[in-house]
């Protein structure tokens, strides 16, 4: 299996990672209509064949947590693996080899979105919640996220500042 890496995902490789399913990633289990923003890095697994097996999505974004200033971060999304690969471990491969290129985009931590039932994958690696609420910009203004928000440290010197969450920008 070979490591790729390249910019944001094509309408091609959406859909060969998506393949027949519906909505992989389980957006209508979400109450609301959120505006998403596109990761412009993906790191991916293919195979020898060069298909995609799995990818994940990066971008440098900022957080403010209480009256702090912006903090820099590197945004983790669109985890995805094909359906006829899951379960044998390319989830968390992929996510560790993103998360070695996420340290070198500068930022000191990581910020992601998850249901409630995927944490434990990314609790696995380093992941912790971020306490409720975390609010993110939509085109009507600040709304609270309806999924999990989960950091974690990039640099052995972050550490995340206790008060409200606010995602600059559209989530991801």
């Given amino acids: 299996m070979e490591v790729v890496e390249f910019g944001p995902l094509s309408s091609e490789q959406r859909a060969e990672l998506e393949g ?15 505006r998403w923003r596109a990761k412009d890095r993906h790191v991916a697994l293919c195979a020898p064949d060069g298909r995609l097996l799995a990818s994940v999505g990066l971008l440098l974004t900022e957080i403010q947590v209480g009256d702090g200033r912006p903090l820099p971060a590197v945004g983790i999304g669109g985890v995805i693996v094909v359906a006829r690969c899951r379960g044998r ?6 996510i560790a080899e993103a998360l070695d290129r996420a340290a070198a985009l500068g930022p000191g931590l990581a ?8 944490a434990g994958l990314y609790e696995r690696h380093g992941f912790a919640e971020i306490g409720p609420p975390v609010l993110v910009e939509q085109p009507g203004g600040l709304v609270e996220l309806p999924q999990v928000s989960m950091w974690r440290a990039i640099r052995e010197d972050i550490v995340l500042p206790a008060g409200r969450t606010v995602v600059l920008g559209f989530p991801f």
């Fill in 20 to 34: 027949e399913e519906i909505d992989p990633f389980d957006i209508r289990r979400i109450a609301t209509e959120l």
């Fill in 89 to 94: 471990g390319l989830g968390d491969r992929v």
């Fill in 111 to 118: 910020i992601l979105f998850c249901h409630r039932d995927r």
